[in-house]
Structures are given as C-alpha cells and as structure tokens.
C-alpha cells in the first residue's frame, strides 16, 4: 500500500483502497500539527482526492454510494490515526465533513420531485386556474417561494433579468 498515493489509486480505479491512503500520510501528521502551510497542503490534497471522486461519480465510473461508504471510512481512518494531532484532526473532518455525492436515487427523486410540480402545475392551469395563482399554491404546498416555482415550471432561462 506505501506504493500507492491517491493518484495511482484513482488512475487505476482501485477505490476499495481509499480508505488505507491516510496510513500513507500519518508520518506527516506531527509536521502538519505543528506547520499551518503543511497543513493546508495535506487538506488541499484530501480535497482534490474528494473533487476526482465526485467527477468519478458524475461521469458514471463508480456508483454514489460505494463512494460515500468508501470516503466516510476514509474519514474515520483518519480521524483514529491524528487523535493526538488536534489540528489535523480537526481539518480533516472538515474536509470529509463537506464530501456528499450525488446517489443515482437522489437524483431519480429528484426528478420525480421536479416532474410533480410541473404536472400539478399544468393540471392546475388546464382546470382554469390562473398560472400565478398556480404558482402561488404550489409554492405554499412545499413550503417555497413563488420564484422557486416558477425555476421549476419555466426553467431557469425564463426568470433571466427578472
């Protein structure tokens, strides 16, 4: 594993290694305690590592949630190997802390979400309501504004200098 960095573990997709790679890095932990630059070097690079997963996800290279397990053991990892160092410590978490990938059944969800508000909203205006009135209702249905629900309804091109 002391051969591999987070590189070489995202080029070859070997992504069920990402949570050894903070092993790799725990000899530096007492230098990153004890020297901010250090520090911000070693969190810059967890994030990049958290940047090239979210894009794995995106393109379809590996699924969300595998992912999301992967970084949160990553996380933890971590978090064992620094107790005694509290400021990497507490970088990291914030890093890790800030790693959420999309899941393919959010955004199932959320399109489904998406296409109710249109479908409500045409069946409203279809039933003689008018389309601010309509706008109007849904917006107090979910609990969101009227500009949200025009977003949603219109697209976001349609609220362009508004």
């Not at 994030?47 to 979210?54: I, K």
């Not at 064992?80 to 160092?85: D, F, Q, S, T, V």
């Not at 802390?97 to 409203?124: H, P």
Request: charged share 30%.
């Amino acid at each position: 594993m002391a051969d591999y960095n987070s590189g070489t573990v995202l080029e070859r997709n070997l992504y069920f290694l990402l949570p050894f790679l903070p092993f790799n890095d725990e000899k530096r932990f007492q230098v990153c305690n004890e020297d901010d630059t250090k520090l911000g070097q070693l969190l810059t690079e967890y994030q990049s590592v958290l940047f090239d997963l979210d894009n794995d996800v995106k393109d379809r290279k590996v699924e969300g949630q595998t992912i999301q397990d992967l970084v949160t053991l990553f996380a933890q990892v971590a978090d064992r190997l620094a107790e005694n160092y509290g400021k990497v410590r507490k970088g990291v978490a914030g890093v890790m802390s800030s790693a959420k990938f999309w899941l393919e059944s959010d955004r199932v969800r959320e399109e489904g979400r998406l296409e109710g508000i249109v479908d409500t909203f045409d069946l409203l205006v279809e039933t003689g309501v008018s389309e601010h009135t309509a706008l109007e209702m849904i917006a107090e249905r979910k609990g969101t504004t009227v500009k949200e629900i025009e977003e949603v309804v219109y697209g976001k091109e349609h609220l362009v200098g508004v």
